[in-house]
């Protein structure tokens, strides 16, 4: 029998987890209150150990950020270890690339496991071991069925299940078998292994569930060395069991897995402690499907430019989007920990995004759509250099110079021909405040054949520099612009929401159905201040009056709106409380009726 190590989790140090982003968790849930009770009892002698087992057949996203940050902060709370385990016992659809990535995205979300990478494939041989184990104590038996037939037998909920003609072998005969599976005596999907519990269980997991197949498929790590190999079930809790796991904390949809996990576990004699499963509610997210499987159909059909893609919810759209880890790590510990699922509006997401990058990102000017300014009354020849704030939340931040001149680009949207009703921008006659500049007031335009103004000739105050004036007046709006001889061009990026569906897939439809198909639209014709030119691939910065932008990670010309400056998630909290309002409103005055009806009877 081939054993791992009986006492010490593999590769766990002794001195804890890292916990850079774990500190900002400060709620307590039922999961935490059951680690406190563990240790309060001496169970697992007082040693907290989790682990984040992804499957390294694609990228993470947002949903896994909530089980990141679960399990990290956890193990760190409690002066633990938490590992990061790849799950990588299918290799149809596994790769290196993964694994890199997704150590990757666990970094930049700001953790650190507690030592290096584990693998489910280096339990291979033991795995393998303990299945003998099992078939010879008559548990599991070879069945020759194809999958088609094994799914049909298996039966369904209030739907009897019928038993394999070959689950009586003998163990001796099973045994054969899966060695002869093992040393490629079979072709692929000719035989499996399979374990002999219940095939009249109400938990369909019992059901005999498959512990092996063949598949001739090379492996990452094990390359050809193995042409069978575990199911995710089989391998899953007795990789915790190996690694020293005592907290294994995973989503609700494998609640019923548990009694499968403890039941092959308490089959073997282990010279391990039993990890205690305990399941939580998933992220669910509004617009947001929580599937790879969605998403690499995603990227294989071209919908989207690759799991990078900005308007990706995985954590490499996220970041190349411009959303801060902080931002992220904060919008789950908002979320919490429940026992049932629930869905979560994006808009939150989105605020908490927001209010970092308001706090800590620089402004500049940007216009996304120009028209010319051209001032008439502009000193020949001269120059000015004006001072703007780079960050009213950040005094530290300090303040630049723009260059400001006779020429400028301003926002199509902030003149109007005929402006209507309400309408304070920019219009013939009109005066405007200049973001740290001047007071401008229109006095032409030229057009284009269609009517459609192409340069506005407008005269400026020089007394208003900053915004101030000697008799005082105000402006009721101020615009945002760049010099026309110093304007950096680039490329801008707008995205909708990528589904328009607020639940994708929901009640068995397909979620590309509800793919946006103008979730994205590219302006190459924008105007940037100069110090644009100078911005640090993945920096965020604020474009007045237009949003949050980030600077693309392979290409500084371009930039991906992060987020929009309109706090979306406050209007939907005021429709809330004013509907809730609303509702006791009508209590009081049902009751008021209900109590005249009574004093009138």
Same mark, same amino acid.
């Given at each position: 029998?081939?054993?791992?190590?009986?006492?010490?989790?593999?590769?766990?140090?002794?001195?804890?987890?890292?916990?850079?982003?774990?500190?900002?968790?400060?709620?307590?849930?039922?999961?935490?209150?059951?680690?406190?009770?563990?240790?309060?009892?001496?169970?697992?002698?007082?040693?907290?150990?989790?682990?984040?087992?992804?499957?390294?057949?694609?990228?993470?996203?947002?949903?896994?950020?909530?089980?990141?940050?679960?399990?990290?902060?956890?193990?760190?709370?409690?002066?633990?270890?938490?590992?990061?385990?790849?799950?990588?016992?299918?290799?149809?659809?596994?790769?290196?690339?993964?694994?890199?990535?997704?150590?990757?995205?666990?970094?930049?979300?700001?953790?650190?496991?507690?030592?290096?990478?584990?693998?489910?494939?280096?339990?291979?041989?033991?795995?393998?071991?303990?299945?003998?184990?099992?078939?010879?104590?008559?548990?599991?038996?070879?069945?020759?069925?194809?999958?088609?037939?094994?799914?049909?037998?298996?039966?369904?909920?209030?739907?009897?299940?019928?038993?394999?003609?070959?689950?009586?072998?003998?163990?001796?005969?099973?045994?054969?078998?899966?060695?002869?599976?093992?040393?490629?005596?079979?072709?692929?999907?000719?035989?499996?292994?399979?374990?002999?519990?219940?095939?009249?269980?109400?938990?369909?997991?019992?059901?005999?569930?498959?512990?092996?197949?063949?598949?001739?498929?090379?492996?990452?790590?094990?390359?050809?060395?193995?042409?069978?190999?575990?199911?995710?079930?089989?391998?899953?809790?007795?990789?915790?069991?190996?690694?020293?796991?005592?907290?294994?904390?995973?989503?609700?949809?494998?609640?019923?897995?548990?009694?499968?996990?403890?039941?092959?576990?308490?089959?073997?004699?282990?010279?391990?402690?039993?990890?205690?499963?305990?399941?939580?509610?998933?992220?669910?997210?509004?617009?947001?499907?929580?599937?790879?499987?969605?998403?690499?159909?995603?990227?294989?059909?071209?919908?989207?430019?690759?799991?990078?893609?900005?308007?990706?919810?995985?954590?490499?759209?996220?970041?190349?989007?411009?959303?801060?880890?902080?931002?992220?790590?904060?919008?789950?510990?908002?979320?919490?920990?429940?026992?049932?699922?629930?869905?979560?509006?994006?808009?939150?997401?989105?605020?908490?995004?927001?209010?970092?990058?308001?706090? +800590?990102?620089?402004?500049?000017?940007?216009?996304?759509? =120009?028209?010319? @300014?051209?001032? %008439?009354?502009? *000193? $020949?020849? !001269?120059?000015?250099?004006?001072?703007?704030?780079?960050?009213?939340?950040?005094?530290?931040?300090?303040?630049?110079?723009?260059?400001?001149?006779?020429?400028?680009?301003?926002?199509?949207?902030?003149?109007?021909?005929?402006?209507?009703?309400?309408?304070?921008?920019?219009?013939?006659?009109?005066?405007?405040?200049?973001?740290?500049?001047?007071?401008?007031?229109? +006095?032409?335009?030229?057009?284009?054949?269609?009517?459609? =103004?192409?340069? @506005?000739?407008? %005269?400026?105050? *020089? $007394?208003? !520099?900053?915004?101030?004036?000697?008799?005082?007046?105000?402006?009721?709006?101020?615009?945002?612009?760049?010099?026309?001889?110093?304007?950096?061009?680039?490329?801008?990026?707008?995205?909708?929401?990528?589904?328009?569906?607020?639940?994708?897939?929901?009640?068995?439809?397909?979620?590309?159905?509800?793919?946006?198909?103008?979730?994205?639209?590219?302006?190459?014709?924008?105007?940037?201040?100069?110090?644009?030119?100078?911005?640090?691939?993945?920096?965020?910065?604020?474009?007045?009056?237009?949003?949050?932008?980030?600077?693309?990670?392979?290409?500084?010309?371009?930039?991906?709106?992060?987020?929009?400056?309109?706090?979306?998630?406050?209007?939907?909290?005021?429709?809330?409380?004013?509907?809730?309002?609303?509702?006791?409103?009508?209590?009081?005055?049902?009751?008021?009726?209900?109590?005249?009806?009574?004093?009138?009877?």
């Amino acid at each position: 029998m081939h054993w791992v190590s009986t006492e010490t989790p593999v590769d766990a140090p002794d001195d804890g987890v890292e916990a850079q982003a774990s500190t900002e968790s400060t709620s307590t849930d039922f999961i935490r209150e059951k680690v406190i009770a563990d240790n309060a009892s001496g169970r697992f002698s007082q040693r907290v150990q989790t682990r984040f087992p992804p499957e390294p057949n694609g990228y993470l996203h947002i949903g896994h950020a909530k089980a990141i940050n679960l399990n990290f902060s956890v193990a760190a709370e409690f002066g633990g270890t938490c590992n990061l385990r790849f799950d990588d016992t299918n290799p149809e659809g596994e790769d290196q690339e993964y694994i890199d990535g997704i150590q990757e995205d666990l970094a930049w979300l700001g953790y650190t496991p507690s030592g290096p990478a584990l693998y489910a494939s280096d339990y291979f041989q033991q795995l393998y071991d303990w299945a003998e184990e099992l078939i010879g104590k008559g548990l599991a038996y070879v069945d020759d069925q194809d999958a088609e037939t094994i799914s049909t037998q298996r039966g369904g909920f209030g739907k009897p299940g019928i038993e394999s003609p070959y689950r009586d072998r003998s163990p001796e005969e099973n045994l054969g078998l899966f060695r002869g599976m093992r040393d490629g005596q079979f072709a692929d999907g000719e035989k499996v292994l399979r374990a002999k519990i219940d095939m009249q269980s109400e938990n369909m997991q019992l059901r005999d569930p498959i512990m092996y197949r063949i598949k001739r498929v090379p492996h990452h790590r094990t390359d050809d060395q193995w042409i069978i190999y575990p199911t995710y079930d089989w391998a899953h809790g007795q990789s915790d069991a190996i690694e020293g796991v005592t907290h294994s904390l995973c989503t609700l949809e494998f609640t019923d897995n548990r009694t499968l996990y403890d039941w092959y576990l308490s089959q073997l004699d282990l010279p391990y402690e039993q990890p205690e499963q305990t399941e939580y509610a998933r992220l669910g997210l509004t617009y947001t499907p929580m599937s790879k499987r969605v998403f690499a159909r995603l990227v294989n059909d071209g919908l989207v430019d690759g799991w990078d893609d900005p308007r990706m919810p995985t954590l490499r759209g996220l970041r190349r989007r411009g959303y801060p880890p902080s931002a992220i790590r904060a919008f789950v510990n908002k979320v919490g920990i429940a026992r049932t699922n629930s869905t979560t509006e994006i808009e939150l997401l989105e605020s908490f995004v927001r209010t970092e990058l308001n706090r +800590t990102s620089l402004r500049r000017m940007a216009v996304l759509r =120009p028209l010319k @300014v051209v001032i %008439t009354n502009w *000193p $020949e020849g !001269e120059e000015r250099q004006l001072e703007a704030i780079n960050n009213p939340e950040d005094h530290s931040a300090g303040t630049r110079t723009v260059s400001f001149g006779p020429e400028l680009w301003i926002e199509q949207d902030d003149f109007k021909l005929e402006p209507p009703p309400k309408y304070y921008r920019l219009s013939i006659g009109r005066e405007v405040r200049l973001r740290a500049g001047f007071y401008i007031t229109a +006095t032409d335009v030229d057009t284009d054949p269609d009517g459609n =103004p192409t340069t @506005v000739y407008c %005269t400026y105050d *020089p $007394e208003s !520099e900053g915004g101030s004036t000697p008799d005082g007046r105000k402006v009721k709006a101020t615009i945002h612009w760049v010099s026309a001889q110093h304007a950096v061009g680039g490329t801008v990026n707008l995205y909708d929401r990528l589904f328009s569906d607020p639940h994708p897939g929901e009640g068995g439809t397909d979620p590309l159905d509800s793919v946006n198909p103008d979730s994205r639209e590219t302006l190459t014709n924008v105007r940037l201040e100069a110090a644009l030119a100078d911005v640090a691939p993945g920096q965020v910065v604020q474009f007045e009056r237009l949003g949050y932008f980030a600077v693309d990670l392979d290409d500084p010309s371009v930039f991906h709106r992060t987020v929009g400056l309109r706090d979306e998630w406050a209007n939907i909290q005021k429709r809330q409380n004013k509907a809730q309002n609303k509702g006791k409103h009508s209590n009081k005055d049902s009751n008021k009726g209900a109590n005249k009806d009574a004093a009138t009877n």
